[in-house]
């Protein structure tokens, strides 16, 4: 339902639709968060169309979330599943369907917020022909991405170009920790205005509960040690360093530890890869009794198996920010991480969690056991890890710094309205390095 009275804005998500079923597919954290924060800015009183490419020929063309808030899938190529390294041909589609959208609908958005280098490149595109005001969220940086060895697929220096191009030109980038902001300044540009603006979790679903009832319901062994892991099957993720940690505590005598790794999707997808290589290590070294492949686990259920474990690890190489960490923290459990990217920013060292070197075996191996075996500590990281994210990290308050900003755009738009035919593409009159930090204690200037 669109209202007469309420303020349009645009939400691009390219590739991950909000109203997909989160853990299937190439499902995960952007999905999440466009989803929570258009719903929550809503209920904050705007008007939120969210617009992502229609994959199924099934699914609905428009969901309808809540009176204000819905879902658009637009036609862009084939309505088939594409992988994101070869979705940019299908980009020129979107930007015509969504101006397509616009007409039908009598509406222009003068504010658009994208997501993940794609709908960057479309909002980019339309900044050309329209005046609007672009702000962007990375979700995954090319500039990482490639330097971690991964192999780089035709689209990637197209993809740096225009991670560059979205800092210079767009509104205001919102980084989604101090630790991305710096990498985004250190490895794409130093122009550009970025705000830092934290993920969330949806606190009334991920909450402290009865770890008996949840293993119960889970049909796990309630004597057990219970590590688990959550998210997709990418070799950015670590899975393996955490697989060999897990082998080497066994190694060391630890006989009462079981593995439990969710998510991951079906052979054909591109996480498909990574799922059997982990499949093969685990089998490799003995582990088939011990590790548990629950497959993907949407998140009604997902609290239960936070809940049920003793630590939740995160042994990413990379991560700008990582929703698991704060979803486990909110169910009480402690978290072993990298010490990377958002992962600094979320976790407070010996309080509510544990940050060691990304592949570093035996430091996982050593920061488990002594979450494991710390009883009265692992207690009381318990009611901290809840604390913190209930003070930092929920999506109303996202998405109360979100509006904030979307409004201060907006009025500066107004302000120092110019001809749009007036601006060069290469302009580089935009205030350098500002960070602006309202509401989050422990946040640093870039
Ligand atoms: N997720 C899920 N079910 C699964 C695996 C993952 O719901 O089986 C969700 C998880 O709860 C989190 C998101 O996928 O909300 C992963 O986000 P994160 O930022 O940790 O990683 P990303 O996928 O963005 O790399």
């Known amino acids: 339902m669109q209202s007469l009275h309420r303020q349009a804005i645009a939400l691009i998500s390219d590739h991950a639709d909000p109203a997909a079923d989160i853990g299937l597919e190439e499902a995960g954290g952007q999905n999440v968060y466009v989803r929570h924060v258009g719903e929550n800015l809503a209920t ?10 229609k994959v199924h020929p099934e699914d609905d063309d428009i969901v309808q979330h809540s009176p204000h808030c819905r879902t658009i899938r637009l036609k862009a190529g084939a309505e088939t599943y594409i992988p994101r390294d070869r979705l940019f041909e299908q980009m020129p589609e979107f930007v015509k369907s969504f101006q397509s ?28 022909t329209s005046a609007v005001q672009l702000l962007h969220t990375y979700h995954s940086l090319g500039a990482v991405k490639y330097q971690s060895g991964q192999s780089r697929p035709a689209s990637a220096d197209l993809r740096l170009q225009i991670e560059r191009e979205i800092l210079e030109r767009a509104n205001c980038i919102v980084a989604t920790s101090p ?6 300044r250190s490895h794409v540009s130093t122009y550009g205005r970025i705000e830092m603006i934290p993920c969330g979790t949806d606190t009334s679903n991920f909450r402290l509960m009865s770890k008996t009832d949840a293993r119960n319901l889970l049909k796990l062994d309630q004597h057990e040690q219970i590590i688990l892991y959550v998210g997709r099957f990418d070799p950015r993720k670590g899975i393996e360093t955490l697989v060999r940690a897990f082998a080497l505590l066994k190694q060391q005598g630890q006989q009462n530890i079981k593995l439990v790794i969710v998510g991951g999707s079906s052979p054909q997808m591109p996480d498909g890869e990574e799922r059997v290589r982990i499949a093969e290590i685990v089998n490799e070294l003995g582990l088939n009794l011990e590790v548990i492949f629950a497959g993907q686990i949407g998140h009604d259920i997902l609290p239960f198996y936070y809940t049920a474990a003793d630590v939740c690890v995160i042994p990413s190489h990379y991560e700008p920010f990582g929703l698991v960490a ?25 309080q509510t969690g544990l940050l060691v070197p990304p592949q570093d075996v035996v430091a996982f191996a050593n920061a488990i056991h002594r979450i494991l075996f710390d009883e009265l500590w692992a207690r009381k990281m318990r009611k901290q890890a809840s604390a913190n994210v209930n003070q930092r990290f929920t999506w109303g308050g996202v998405a109360i710094q979100l509006s904030e900003l979307y409004r201060h755009v907006l009025a500066q738009s107004i302000m120092h309205e110019q001809p749009h035919n007036l601006r060069t593409p290469d302009s580089r009159n935009i205030p350098k390095s500002v960070i602006y930090q309202r509401t989050l204690q422990s946040a640093t200037k870039v």
């Open 44 to 53: 904050l009183g705007w008007q939120v169309d969210m617009f992502t490419r």
């Open 101 to 128: 959208f616009q007409s039908s609908e009598g509406v222009h958005y003068p504010l658009i917020h994208t997501n993940y280098w794609l709908s960057a490149w479309v909002g980019l595109e339309l900044q050309k």
């Open 179 to 184: 630790q991305e902001a710096q990498t985004l």
């Open 326 to 350: 704060i979803e486990a923290m909110a169910c009480g459990t402690p978290v072993v991480a990298s010490d990377v990217g958002g992962l600094k920013f979320t976790i407070i060292p010996e």
